[in-house]
């Protein structure tokens, strides 16, 4: 029988090995369950439902971890080919957090709408999201900012990289997921992107001070008119390739005098 060597108990000022060590003194540091399945996640929505109303809804089991960000209850599951984890860390807002992996429709609001089918409700379940005009991004729940230490693109970086191909970043291109993109991207990016744009727009039109912006790029696109829908994919194209050259166009204006932006009538 192999004879046990004792080893000591751990040093009185050892964090434990599960919490963020702000000294370090504990040399280990303890990865849970949850971070080695998940990683990487893309944040989707936030659902104003119980995550144990979730899972009795589609008879999951609920586990129970940690991370960071202190206890989590977790289920990971698939629907319709896109790999959901759904979550409910200690301290967050009330609700269901819902991520996402490989697989399945690229486009986020299509992965919202299978989940929110096969939960039984609509689309006035999500409390914010990643997506989409009107998206609120102030207030998102602390886990969302997993992994934000990493080296992030610039804003003209992004912007360039968009511009040559738009289908990386929400998949089928059409004029509306660009918009609902690019607003998303305004808003998480604190209006860095489209700041001032409505107003040259509409500046540039002579009027529509009152419109929204895309609405405004569609006057300008389609100067006969709007074309009836459902669009095809070219004129999709047309419309998405327009709304980037009235962009690109704006950041050039803006190039000559920077601080020099249309003032909101």
């Known amino acids: 029988m192999t004879e046990m060597i004792e080893i000591p108990d751990a040093e009185g000022d050892w964090e434990p090995a599960t919490e963020l060590q702000a000294s370090g003194r504990n040399p280990a540091r303890q ?28 008879k999951l089991t609920l586990e129970t971890s940690w991370d960071g960000h202190g206890s989590v209850r977790a289920a990971f599951f698939v629907l319709d080919g896109t790999d959901f984890v759904v979550t409910h860390h200690e301290g967050d807002t009330p609700g269901t957090h819902v991520w996402t992996r490989k697989g399945g429709p690229v486009d986020p609001a299509a992965r919202a709408g299978g989940l929110l089918a096969a939960l039984g409700v609509g689309p006035e379940a ?19 900012g997993r992994g934000r230490g990493k080296p992030t693109l610039s804003h003209q970086d992004l912007w360039a990289s968009f511009k040559t191909r738009p289908g990386m970043f929400f998949g089928r291109v059409t004029f509306t997921a660009a918009v609902a993109f690019l607003n998303g991207y305004d808003i998480a990016s ?31 696109i389609f100067p006969d008119g709007r074309p009836e829908e459902p669009w095809s994919p070219e004129t999709e194209q047309h419309a998405v390739a327009g709304l980037i050259g009235l962009i690109d166009e704006y950041f050039d204006n803006l190039a000559g005098d920077p601080e020099e932006r249309p003032e909101t009538v």
């Open 31 to 58: 990865a849970s369950m949850f971070q080695s399945a998940t990683w990487p996640l893309s944040s989707l929505a936030l659902l104003s439902v119980d995550l144990e109303a979730v899972a009795r809804r589609l």
């Open 126 to 144: 999500v409390s914010y999201s990643t997506w989409g005009a009107g998206t609120d991004l102030s207030h998102v729940p602390a886990a969302w």
């Open 190 to 220: 604190d209006r860095a992107l489209l700041h001032g744009f409505q107003e040259w727009l509409a500046a540039k039109l002579g009027y529509g001070w009152n419109l929204v912006y895309w609405a405004l790029a569609e006057k300008l």
